[in-house]
């Protein structure tokens, strides 16, 4: 059975700093891509950051470049998404995902975690 388990959100101010993990079983993680996608009220589901297990290639929106850093632990199936500088546009319910096709630009996923909220205060 494929598991994508998240972790790590909650509510911080505006400029602080969180670490997101998703912990990955059921699949050959090493051949999957694995991303964060996001989903605030009101809006659609964007692609935030993803990466290749395979190579370490990453994927960044625009709107994330320079605050989030995404990275993989092939050794225990899970990937980290630190994100710093956190804006209250930032604010949403954050989904991990993993591509079987190993693309790492965040265009699908074939599969989702249940995501954990992450709410920045101003």
């Known amino acids: 059975e494929v598991q994508l388990v998240e972790s790590g959100g909650g509510l911080v101010q505006a400029g602080g700093s969180l670490r997101l993990s998703c912990a990955a079983s059921?699949?050959?993680?090493?051949?999957?891509?694995i991303g964060w996608f996001r989903q605030a009220p009101g809006k659609e589901r964007e692609g935030v950051s993803c990466i290749s297990s395979r190579d370490g290639s990453a994927y960044y929106a625009d709107s994330v470049k320079g605050r989030f850093t995404i990275s993989s632990d092939n050794a225990y199936n899970t990937v980290y998404l630190q994100i710093n500088s956190l804006k209250p546009e930032d604010t949403a319910v954050y989904y991990c995902?993993?591509?079987?096709?190993?693309?790492?630009?965040?265009?699908?996923?074939?599969?989702w975690g249940q995501g954990t909220q992450v709410t920045v205060s101003s």
């Open positions: 059921g699949f050959t993680f090493d051949d999957y891509a």
């Open positions: 995902a993993a591509d079987s096709s190993g693309s790492y630009y965040c265009h699908f996923a074939d599969y």
